[in-house]
């Protein structure tokens, strides 16, 4: 790395990305092209081991990776921007909470090249883990879908979806969904 005392613009760029205080990643098709150092660190992984793998090591199962991917994708084709809250996995296993925020520079093709920041949340956040079925039914409440769509979209019963949903209510000590998404988005109920 270039010396970070030096003011060559090139320098600060790459001091500015390397430490931004969120993680920043570009990917191209879903492979992480570069990244910066707080985002490797974000999940545990040396930045070169990130570098031209599929974002889908980041992820805790196939099935996330492939439902994540069509959860912002009509707000990218739309407006270019999307932005949520989810739990990601460490390499350790441990999980977290954070902020992505995504840009892509075509939207006709979102997937194509886009730039994602993720702001670790873990300060804000309960400390209480979720099962992955449970992480899928909380993205799937916080887009507002009924449990009959949820449970379309998870292949489980309505009846399902209902039991994982009062199970998160008692699990967060809260009265419904909006009280729910409410903590879990870090705002006092």
């Not at 390397?18 to 660190?41: K, M, Q, S, W, Y």
């Not at 399902?160 to 419904?176: C, G, I, P, Q, W």
Request: hydrophobic letters at 40%; proline letters at 4%; a positive charge.
């Amino acid at each position: 790395m270039s010396d970070p005392t030096s003011d060559s613009l090139d320098a600060l760029d790459r001091l500015a990305f390397d430490f931004a205080p969120v993680g920043i990643v570009l990917t191209e098709e879903r492979v992480i092209r570069t990244c910066n150092r707080t985002f490797a660190e974000l999940f545990g992984y040396p930045r070169e081991e990130l570098l031209n793998r599929s974002f889908r090591m980041l992820y805790a199962s196939h099935a996330e990776f492939e439902a994540i991917r069509d959860v912002g994708f009509d707000a990218l084709r739309e407006s270019g921007r999307y932005t949520d809250e989810r739990v990601m996995p460490r390499r350790d296993g441990s999980y977290f909470w954070c902020r992505v925020h995504v840009h892509t520079f075509h939207p006709e093709d979102p997937m194509k090249r886009v730039i994602l920041t993720f702001a670790d949340l873990s300060q804000v956040r309960p400390a209480i883990s979720l099962t992955a079925r449970e992480r899928q039914v909380v993205q799937h409440l916080a887009r507002g879908l009924t449990s009959k769509e949820i449970g379309r979209q998870l292949a489980i019963s309505p009846r399902t979806v209902e039991d994982y949903r009062a199970r998160l209510l008692a699990k967060f000590d809260v009265r419904n969904v909006a009280g729910l998404l409410a903590r879990l988005g870090g705002i006092s109920t």
